[in-house]
């Protein structure tokens, strides 16, 4: 007895630490959910006799117990009126595309692994769920009066990402090779590894003949026009991986800003680089320029891919 009361009380030792959400906690399975979706960032407006189509009754619903959620968080949402009768009444909410920030749970790492957040490896269908909650604290957009009155001074600048996110090819990732690091075989795990996500439909490297395509350089133009050149600094963003895994070679991969080189870096593995510079805004025009290259006769069959510019 004494035995058996020992593994009970270990065993609801361990069970308790392991208790963990799964995500759909938010779901009232007694009330219906009406899926909504989009691919596309932006304001959705959907007419009330939209709604009424679908939801049985609405005309005669009380408005408040509306809400909306998406990935397991209720999101704000917008009434034109408390009547679902209202021949020209609407809802409005603030959609968003699905991204990779979901995805970011497949890695063992996101951090590491991870390219980054903005592009999901499925699908940019994003979707958001209608259903109703009891009470009426659920969220709103509050209108408030635009007061245009005794406005403080002007900024004299903001701050703006201009992002470049590739999705031309899909690149699995970290790889291992059987047999020569140069000639063998290319083996993937089943498990989401360094890098693994879309980049640029071209790799950059120095083998232009070789399949799939590859380029001696890259050249990415970001439009960054009207800039503020008295501000503080400004910063470049990149990631891309150095596909390259044969001790012995060596891969040399360089970023230019403008014309002027950055950042070069040389190793004989395989790595997923993060790279962030800093650089005076005073330098800032219209365009800018970076450029990736990879010089040398890397032995390689895919070198260099990009994910990323920022």
């Not at 005669?60 to 209720?74: C, D, K």
């Not at 991204?99 to 390219?115: E, R, T």
């Not at 190793?267 to 320029?289: D, G, I, M, V």
Request: proline share 5%.
């Amino acid at each position: 007895m004494k035995k058996l009361l020992l593994i009970l009380t270990l065993l609801a030792g361990y069970l308790v630490p392991q208790a963990q959400s799964y995500g759909n906690e938010w779901i009232d399975y007694s009330r219906p959910h009406y899926k909504i979706t989009v691919s596309q960032d932006g304001l959705y407006r959907i007419p009330y006799a939209v709604i009424a189509n679908r939801i049985q009754g609405f005309a005669g619903l009380n408005l408040s117990t509306l809400a909306m959620f998406h990935n397991g968080q209720e999101v704000p949402i917008y009434l034109s009126s408390t009547n679902g009768g209202d021949a020209n009444g609407y809802l409005m909410f603030y959609g968003k595309k699905n991204i990779g920030d979901v995805d970011s749970v497949l890695y063992k790492s996101a951090s590491q692994s991870q390219p980054h957040p903005y592009t999901s490896l499925y699908t940019d269908n994003s979707v958001y769920y209608l259903t109703t909650r009891l009470g009426t604290n659920n969220l709103r957009y509050v209108e408030t009066p635009n007061d245009l009155t005794n406005l403080p001074a002007k900024e004299n600048y903001f701050t703006h990402t201009v992002r470049e996110v590739y999705s031309g090819r899909y690149f699995e990732g970290k790889y291992y090779t059987v047999g020569s690091c140069i000639t063998g075989d290319e083996v993937y795990k089943s498990t989401f590894e360094d890098g693994e996500g879309f980049v640029n439909n071209a790799f950059f490297g120095t083998f232009v003949s070789q399949t799939p395509a590859q380029q001696t350089s890259i050249t990415v133009n970001l439009s960054t026009p009207y800039a503020y050149t008295s501000g503080p600094q400004a910063t470049l963003n990149s990631v891309y991986t150095t596909n390259f895994a044969c001790p012995g070679y060596n891969n040399t991969a360089v970023i230019a800003l403008n014309g002027n080189t950055i950042q070069t870096l040389t190793n004989s593995q395989y790595k997923l680089n993060r790279f962030n510079y800093n650089f005076a805004s005073s330098t800032l025009s219209n365009t800018t320029s970076v450029v990736y290259s990879a010089p040398g006769n890397s032995p390689s069959r895919k070198q260099n891919a990009l994910h990323m510019t920022e």
